[in-house]
């Protein structure tokens, strides 16, 4: 298994480098002679930090990837046009990982409005064979953790998934630290019983 | 240590290893930084056919601000108030504006947790300053008002036109064409015309014709909105400047070279603007949704959904006037949690004809 990529600040540099070939591969045909300022550069030293990371943490959310990395990238707009105020790099980091969260907030709004429109698209299931490569304790839980409350599934992946602190979540999510922990533990009650079954 | 707390433990290594496993199979797409570059270059590309149904003389010289009975010579328009229960922050507001003072503040941020309540710091002064954004409806780009919580050094106006030009909306669906590094010089209210003078970047002479008109108009809105809310006159035509002279072209293909003044509200308003809350607010289990539409039959439907989806409550509301636009507001008893209310215009073809109702939409949580 493969180290993930944290979703904070100071991520180790194996993050980095996977992204930039993807990056690379792309600034080429983009150009980038408008791609001066302060802002600029900024967004892109974030994005090779921090995006793979966040689109990791979007798709446990909503579980369509595609998704996931628009809400992801809406974050990194928003974050060019706040750069102004915004100035700090650690402050970057936290402001990303909220903006991502309210964002898959709006995305489930949507979508459940949307879902109940018999004539609209069924949300996205997982194909077949992502499953059987995955593992099946490994789906079953990342399944069961998918019907939770949106809050509950929040705190529970940025706690165990993005290993972020209690602060940090209690920032990402925009609640107390009292309610981050009451989601995590009913989350955690929730799928006690799914868990206990691959133990 | 206790068996309770191993199996916990176990139970979280479990988590942590199925959420990883899961995490490694998503390998980003390989357009995404040019994906988000092109979002973010200067100057803006956004290219859309030109469907705002604004008629060319709404931008010309002429003031067209006899507009409608709502907004202008009562200065009730952008001074009604707001955030009633959003924030414990109480502001101090810059004389003269004598209907709003002590107006609790809208939340200040959106990338962090709401800041503990300051009560005792008397600077910097703060003030709720109307400021307008665009937004996308059914029938193309409209204004859409919030009212920003900023320090007020100088006037009202120079407040409003900075926040427009350097703050994000609370609202996701609230944006801005103009960027941040357009940059407000000063601005004089003379006895025929208020001049807001711009410096740095002011060349948006690529956009299209319809984010053109609608951005200049967005200027002239927060101008005389905040001209208002400074008991100046709010009914005076704007006159942009660029380093001191009128520019012949500065948005699009528009002659700017003489004033502006508002056009129509009914050509440039979101039909449905909800005022209280803002975005991102913090409220009490009592929620007063407040607002101004222009309604058929003056009626407006709402609904409540959770943070699920699922609709947990929904009505109409009146407001106080039909054809013309016309406060109104509405109860609504919530449990604690995260909602958003979308309130729309009623359609009388009930989605048969034309393009739809629009809509406004505030997320918020209740405690």
């Known amino acids: 298994m493969a180290v993930a990529c944290p979703v904070t600040v100071g991520a180790p540099a194996h993050c980095g480098t996977a992204l930039v070939d993807g990056g690379l591969a792309v600034s080429t045909g983009a150009g980038t002679a408008s791609f001066s300022s302060e802002a600029d550069q900024m967004v892109t030293e974030l994005f090779t930090v921090h995006y793979t990371g966040l689109v990791r943490l979007a798709t446990l959310l909503l579980r369509d990837q595609s998704v996931a990395e628009e809400a992801v990238q809406d974050a990194f707009v928003s974050l060019h046009r706040r750069w102004r105020k915004l100035r700090d790099p650690g402050s970057a980091a936290a402001y990303l990982r909220t903006s991502v969260i309210h964002n898959t907030r709006s995305i489930q709004r949507r979508r459940s409005v949307a879902a109940r429109h018999p004539d609209d698209r069924p949300l996205d299931v997982p194909s077949a064979e992502v499953g059987a490569l995955r593992g099946v304790a490994g789906t079953a839980v990342v399944e069961a953790l998918r019907r939770l409350p949106a809050r509950q599934r929040e705190a529970l992946v940025l706690r165990y998934y993005a290993d972020l602190s209690e602060a940090e979540i209690a920032e990402a999510m925009r609640i107390s630290r009292g309610a981050v922990k009451s989601h995590a533990s009913r989350g955690m009650a929730a799928l006690r019983e799914t868990l206990e079954q691959w133990a | ?367």
């Open chain 2, 1 to 367: 240590m206790s068996i309770d707390d191993d199996r916990f433990r176990r139970d979280e290594d479990l988590l942590r290893r199925a959420l990883h496993a899961e995490a490694d199979d998503v390998l980003p797409s390989l357009d995404a930084l040019s994906n988000i570059r092109r979002r973010t270059a200067r100057p803006p590309l956004w290219r859309r056919p030109v469907v705002l149904g604004m008629a060319a003389a709404s931008v010309t010289a002429v003031a067209v601000i006899t507009a409608s009975a709502y907004v202008l010579g009562d200065s009730s328009d952008d001074t009604t108030t707001t955030g009633s229960e959003s924030s414990p922050r109480p502001t101090v507001v810059q004389s003269p504006s004598p209907s709003v003072t002590e107006q609790p503040g809208p939340p200040t941020s959106t990338e962090t947790v709401a800041p503990p309540p300051e009560t005792e710091d008397p600077q910097p002064e703060n003030a709720n300053v109307p400021v307008y954004y665009v937004t996308e409806t059914t029938q193309g780009l409209r204004l859409a008002r919030e009212f920003q919580n900023t320090p007020v050094p100088d006037d009202v106006i120079s407040a409003a036109v900075n926040a427009m030009l350097a703050e994000q909306a609370q609202d996701p669906d609230y944006q801005s064409y103009w960027q941040a590094d357009t940059q407000l010089r000063g601005v004089e209210v003379k006895n025929d015309v208020i001049e807001v003078d711009l410096t740095g970047h002011t060349d948006y002479t690529f956009v299209g014709n319809d984010i053109a008109e609608i951005s200049v108009q967005q200027l002239v809105y927060t101008v005389t909105a905040a001209a208002s809310v400074a008991g100046e006159d709010g009914g005076l035509p704007v006159q942009i400047l660029v380093d001191g002279k009128p520019p012949r072209q500065m948005w699009g293909q528009l002659d700017l070279s003489d004033p502006i003044g508002r056009a129509p509200l009914v050509n440039v308003w979101q039909h449905v603007q909800i005022d209280n809350p803002q975005d991102g607010a913090v409220l009490g289990r009592s929620v007063t949704i407040s607002g101004v539409a222009l309604a058929f039959e003056a009626q407006v439907n709402w609904q409540a959904f959770d943070d699920e989806g699922n609709v947990v409550d929904n009505g109409f509301a009146m407001t106080t006037e039909s054809s013309t636009f016309a406060p109104f507001t509405f109860e609504v008893a919530l449990e604690p949690g995260f909602y958003s209310v979308v309130v729309s215009e009623s359609d009388p073809t009930g989605g048969a004809e034309g393009p739809g109702p629009m809509s406004d939409t505030k997320n918020f949580s209740v405690e």
